[in-house]
Nanobody, 127 residues
Framework: QVQLVESGGGWVQAGGSLRLSCAAS????????MGWFRQAPGKEREFVAA????????IYADSVKGRFTVSRDNGKNTVYLQMNSLKPEDTAVYYC????????????????????WGQGTQVTVSS
């Protein structure tokens, strides 16, 4: 089992920045890829960004490219999401997730591929 805990959410004005953290514990050696997803009120959960646990391979949703950066610190078992130039449409609950499948070379954008999920952290961007 892998436990994930997000932190760093909050309220920010449009154009501002936030950095989210996701701390992993438990069987962290089993993690292959880590993803960030978000869910706005009344909408489905959607992919934001992902990173391979053992390399710098990253992928992003088109809506956040150039504004968000995903990174990791394996020594701390933590993944980060640096969010810059935030927009009101970025308002959502942000979740991190872990994909333990060892054969997956490119991180997936699909929710169903991630087995472990955190509880989420709220990000609110005001205009």
């Amino acid at each position: 089992q892998v436990q994930l805990v997000e932190s760093g959410g909050g309220w920010v004005q449009a154009g501002g920045s936030l950095r989210l953290s996701c701390a992993a514990s438990g069987l962290t050696f089993s993690i292959n890829n880590m993803g960030w997803f978000r869910q706005a009120p009344g909408k489905e959960r959607e992919f934001v960004a992902a990173i391979r646990w053992t390399s710098d391979r990253t992928i992003y949703a088109d809506s956040v490219k150039g504004r968000f950066t995903v990174s990791r610190d394996n020594g701390k078992n933590t993944v980060y999401l640096q969010m810059n130039s935030l927009k009101p449409e970025d308002t959502a609950v942000y979740y991190c997730a872990a994909d333990p499948r060892p054969w997956v070379v490119v991180p997936s954008k699909e929710l169903a591929r991630y087995e472990y999920w955190g509880q989420g952290t709220q990000v609110t961007v005001s205009s």
